[in-house]
């Protein structure tokens, strides 16, 4: 009878530890917590949805309880282009709305992890001006999410599609 209560305690064991070597870390949390490590901001992006939020003045924080308002674009195929290319220290994202000439371009530069500093950067003189945060929250080969925390007391979620 010991030998059998013996024998279970070691199978007890041998689980236990297989299951906690099964919950090391590994490239595979990345794709769980939403950033496919093969997948790149790199190309050309469009704007399916905005959903903003602003700023709660009484609580000194964004009110992410609801939405100030939410943008669909059902045909953003043809509206509203994002092209992020790589720089030295992060991203450059030159946008337009698709109707006209006009474009913008902003820069994310690194800060750490999937966290970005967000900068204006003008045309005319290539002069930035930091405007907030940039958080990559998920990418994959089709599909990115990023949440810009703006320094005009704005929160956008934009999900972008290719």
């Not at 530069?109 to 290539?126: A, C, I």
């Amino acid at each position: 009878m010991k030998t059998i209560r013996f024998i279970g305690i070691v199978l007890l064991v041998v689980l236990v530890s297989i299951g906690f070597s099964a919950c090391s870390s590994s490239s595979s949390d990345d794709v769980d917590n939403g950033v496919d490590p093969s997948a790149s901001i790199v190309g050309v992006w469009y704007v399916k949805s905005i959903i903003s939020y602003e700023w709660d003045a009484a609580s000194q924080k964004f009110d992410m309880s609801k939405a100030s308002s939410t943008k669909n674009y059902n045909d953003y195929e043809t509206k509203y282009t994002h092209t992020f290319t790589e720089i030295s220290n992060g991203y450059q994202d030159k946008y337009t709305d698709g109707y006209d000439d006009w474009y913008g371009i902003n820069e994310l530069v690194h800060q750490s992890g999937n966290t970005y500093q967000l900068y204006d950067v003008h045309k005319s003189n290539n002069k930035k001006d930091l405007v907030g945060k940039a958080y990559v929250k998920s990418v994959d080969k089709n599909r990115m999410v990023i949440e810009y925390e703006w320094t005009e007391n704005e929160y956008n979620i934009v999900t972008f599609m290719r």
